[in-house]
């Protein structure tokens, strides 16, 4: 047995444990009462506003990502997570009450809330501290034992995350687990009551066969290719500005980004122009130190591979010892191009032309179902037809982004782009078992069901039901 296969024996014996250790701390009911959800909660907000600014290190030492755009797409959206559940959960956790049909009166039904168990989340590194630490909410919300495993890729957030957890709570009951591939198949051969993996479809579909085997409840929050149309009668000075911010913040590297944009012929030449400008305007820029760095080689090597130097608009620069790319428009772009053929994911624009919306639409049509898709248009019948025609996991009219913020729009795909949603109440529902309870009192009994079976009878019931 060589090094590493020995110390991933190790790694999988103490998983082992770790899993059966959190499922004898949920089968103690330690993690049912409200009361020590809540403390548990705002625990976790006391540690992360205690330790914010080596959180901001570490995500700058990882891939640039300044403490402005940190707190702005990171922490608040956090800590605001958590205050959302500490405020509502004793709400949430309330049995939900449902109708009675005829046939079952008197009786009163209604839904119970159940925590699922043991589960594992997983996150990705784009978005490192809310993609992880957002579920985990949910989780605890909802009365789970949690193993958390962080993306191995941005190494000092993963190592930061890890150190918070550990240090502070009982591993039967929260855990972080570091670790990359190898970590990730070894916690995935164990049995959970729900995995939440947030990454690509590729890795989707691996975490979902693991899950097979046990019949475990999945949420997947993948990604695909989201398109942004911006039609004839665009407010094009304001829709410009918005979809820049959307597209480059984080340097593209977000799940619900624009992947590419569907521009009506007539507005193209002044979609173009805006669009440099407002780049210019924003110092999205490969100088500008504060403009987020690709988060390794690999990846900065293959978004350089989706350039054509031949397509490019505006752009198409690069610092490699620095893991930058400036902000780069591509145009006369086909649909046969390798930038068409993947999630870019990175800080590249492909501009497609388009005469009809029927020509637009067929466009998104052929591609997989992605996670977000956006509408620039004045036109109520055309956003009644991108609504309806449309398929995606949330959206935006007139904006790009921006649907993630509000904790009432569930966040999650669809086909390809994903399974399952949460944020806000969501998480709770994301993380819960609702039970179906029909409560009937003893003291008055019909007897329909009962005896002689007769066509009356069948007549009777058939009517209440
Ligand atoms: P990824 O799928 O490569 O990695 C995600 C996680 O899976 C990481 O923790 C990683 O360690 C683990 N992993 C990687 N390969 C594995 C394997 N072979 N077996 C087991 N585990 C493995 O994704 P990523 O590069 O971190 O993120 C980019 C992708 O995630 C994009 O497709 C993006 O759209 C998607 N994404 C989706 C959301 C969302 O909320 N829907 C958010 C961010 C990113």
């Known amino acids: 047995m060589s090094l590493t296969e020995n110390t991933a024996a190790i790694a999988e014996l103490d998983i082992e444990d770790l899993v059966k250790n959190q499922r004898a701390y949920f089968k103690s009911n330690a993690t049912m009462p409200v009361a020590f959800r809540l403390e548990q909660l705002k625990k976790l907000k006391d540690l992360l506003i205690r330790h914010q600014d080596e959180m901001y290190e570490a995500i700058f030492k990882d891939f640039g990502k300044s403490k402005y755009e940190?707190?702005?797409?990171?922490?608040?959206?956090?800590?605001?997570?958590?205050?959302?559940?500490?405020?509502?959960?004793?709400?949430?956790?309330?049995?939900?009450?449902?109708?009675?049909?005829?046939?079952?009166?008197?009786?009163?039904?209604?839904?119970?809330?159940?925590?699922?168990?043991?589960?594992?989340?997983?996150?990705?590194?784009?978005?490192?501290?809310?993609?992880?630490?957002?579920?985990?909410?949910?989780?605890?919300?909802?009365?789970?034992?949690?193993?958390?495993?962080?993306?191995e890729l941005p190494a000092e957030t993963s190592k930061i995350m890890a150190k918070i957890i550990n240090e502070n709570f009982d591993p039967n009951y929260l855990r972080v687990v570091e670790?990359?591939?190898?970590?990730?198949?070894?916690?995935?051969?164990?049995?959970?009551?729900?995995?939440?993996?947030?990454?690509?479809?590729?890795?989707?579909?691996?975490?979902?066969?693991a899950a097979a085997e046990h019949l475990t409840n999945v949420t997947l929050e993948l990604g695909g290719k989201n398109p942004v149309i911006f039609h004839k009668d665009a407010a094009m000075k304001t829709g410009v500005k918005r979809m820049i911010w959307s597209k480059f913040v984080n340097a593209g590297q977000l799940c619900i980004t624009p992947d590419y944009a569907l521009v009506h012929k007539d507005v193209k030449d002044e979609f173009l122009s805006l669009a440099v400008k407002e780049i210019k305007k924003a110092n999205f820029s490969v100088e500008n130190h504060n403009f987020t760095q690709i988060i390794n080689e690999r990846n900065f090597d293959r978004l350089l591979g989706l350039i054509d130097p031949e397509k490019v608009h505006y752009g198409g620069t690069h610092d490699r010892d620095d893991r930058r790319i400036s902000p780069t428009i591509l145009t006369n772009?086909?649909?046969?191009?390798?930038?068409?053929?993947?999630?870019?994911?990175?800080?590249?624009?492909?501009?497609?032309?388009?005469?009809?919306?029927?020509?637009?639409?067929?466009?998104?049509?052929?591609?997989?179902?992605?996670?977000?898709?956006?509408?620039?248009?004045?036109?109520?019948?055309?956003?009644?037809?991108?609504?309806?025609?449309?398929?995606?996991?949330?959206?935006?009219?007139?904006?790009?982004?921006?649907?993630?913020?509000?904790?009432?729009?569930?966040?999650?795909?669809?086909?390809?782009?994903?399974?399952?949603?949460?944020?806000?109440?969501?998480?709770?529902?994301?993380?819960?078992?609702?039970?179906?309870?029909?409560?009937?009192?003893?003291?008055?009994?019909?007897?329909?069901?009962?005896?002689?079976y007769s066509e009356k009878q069948l007549y009777i019931i058939k009517k209440l039901s």
């Open 70 to 151: 940190c707190q702005l797409t990171e922490f608040f959206p956090l800590v605001d997570e958590i205050n959302i559940s500490v405020k509502n959960l004793r709400k949430w956790v309330k049995y939900r009450s449902v109708k009675t049909n005829l046939l079952n009166f008197p009786a009163k039904s209604y839904l119970v809330p159940e925590p699922l168990g043991v589960t594992l989340v997983i996150g990705a590194w784009n978005f490192p501290y809310n993609l992880s630490l957002t579920p985990l909410v949910g989780s605890m919300a909802a009365g789970n034992t949690t193993i958390l495993k962080p993306s």
């Open 179 to 209: 670790g990359g591939i190898p970590e990730t198949t070894a916690l995935l051969k164990q049995r959970y009551d729900k995995i939440f993996f947030t990454g690509s479809p590729m890795v989707g579909k691996i975490v979902n066969k």
């Open 333 to 452: 772009v086909s649909l046969d191009d390798a930038i068409m053929q993947e999630e870019i994911f990175g800080p590249i624009l492909p501009v497609l032309e388009y005469e009809t919306i029927d020509d637009a639409f067929e466009i998104i049509k052929d591609i997989e179902k992605p996670l977000a898709a956006y509408l620039f248009s004045d036109s109520n019948s055309l956003k009644e037809r991108f609504l309806k025609e449309i398929p995606f996991g949330s959206g935006a009219i007139n904006d790009c982004v921006m649907q993630i913020t509000n904790p009432a729009i569930p966040f999650g795909g669809v086909g390809n782009s994903g399974i399952g949603r949460y944020h806000g109440e969501y998480s709770f529902e994301c993380f819960s078992h609702f039970k179906g309870v029909l409560d009937k009192p003893t003291a008055i009994e019909t007897n329909l069901k009962y005896y002689g």
